[in-house]
Structure formats: C-alpha cells, structure tokens
Nanobody, 123 residues
Framework: QVQLVESGGGSVQPGGSLRLSCAASGFTLAHYCISWFRQAPGKDREFVTAINWQGDNSYTVSSVKGRFTISRDNAKNTVYLQMNSLKPEDTAVYYC????????????????WGQGTQITVSS
C-alpha cells in the first residue's frame, strides 16, 4: 500500500520546537521531491517548504524561513521538518506531499499525500 505517514505533531507554547516526520511506505521516497504544506482552519492549504530528491537543495517561504528546516534521509525513506521558534500563526494541520515537480505551490501537482498532523501553538 502506497502511503505517507506524518508524525510528531502536538501542542507547544510560543517559542517552542517540534520535529515532524514523514515516512513513506510502498514506494521509494528518493524518487520524489517532497514538500510540506499546512492548512489552518478556514484557509486554503499553503506551501511551506520543499526539498529536492537528493536532499541538497531546499526552498522555504519567507514566513517560516530561518525557523523551519526541511531535511531527508533517503535510506530511511523519511523526510523531516524541524520547526523552531513557533508562533501562534503556525497553528495548522501539516501535510507532507511527494511529487515530481520541484517546490510547486499547487497541491494538484503532487502524487501522494499524508493524512496530516495537527500543530497547535498556544500559551
């Protein structure tokens, strides 16, 4: 069964950190560019960051740049999102997605999606 599974979500106070994992099964993650998206209540799903298949190039939107870092371990078929200095506006469901397109902002360009993991930043 082909799937992506996110883990590591939860609740954290402002300024805190979380690390999300996105594990693939049923296919080889190394063949795909991987992106993280997030969706806050009442808002569209938005692109956050992406990493190329080799893991040597990434792109991150300005709102989280310097706080969020994407990385991958192809041997473990897993991609990570390290989130530091979290803010209340980072509260959302976070999704990982795999596709051939590099850093596409458009969800339709991705082949596989995880089920999402909730991040809540609140004092």
């Amino acid at each position: 069964q082909v799937q992506l599974v996110e883990s590591g979500g939860g609740s954290v106070q402002p300024g805190g950190s979380l690390r999300l994992s996105c594990a693939a099964s049923g296919f080889t993650l190394a063949h795909y560019c991987i992106s993280w998206f997030r969706q806050a209540p009442g808002k569209d799903r938005e692109f956050v960051t992406a990493i190329n298949w080799q893991g040597d190039n990434s792109y991150t939107v300005s709102s989280v740049k310097g706080r969020f870092t994407i990385s991958r371990d192809n041997a473990k078929n897993t991609v990570y999102l390290q989130m530091n200095s979290l803010k209340p506006e980072d509260t959302a469901v976070y999704y990982c997605a795999a596709g051939a397109a590099w850093a596409s902002y458009y969800p339709k360009n991705y082949d596989y999606w995880g089920q999402g993991t909730q991040i809540t930043v609140s004092s």
